[in-house]
């Protein structure tokens, strides 16, 4: 079974790729700056609503915040 979950450094690298610091990209979302980096040091993970705003003002897909994590499922 896998399980997806948001990615925090994946935010940081594509925020970077594209060339806006977490100020712009706060103004973008309608977040205050200090949210961007409290995602970005995965200490907050933001809501689907927030996340689609992001993506959308990165240009990027929700899929791309996010992460696999592979997990085998143990029987008894």
Do not use: C, H
């Amino acid at each position: 079974m896998s399980t997806r979950t948001f990615d925090p450094q994946a935010l940081r690298r594509i925020r970077l790729e594209r060339g806006l610091s977490q100020i712009k990209l706060s103004k973008a979302v309608g977040l205050y700056s200090t949210a961007i980096g409290l995602m970005e040091n995965g200490r907050n993970g933001p809501s689907v609503t927030t996340l689609v705003a992001i993506a959308d003002a990165l240009g990027a897909r929700m899929d791309d915040f996010m992460t696999r994590a592979d997990r085998e499922e143990v029987s008894a």
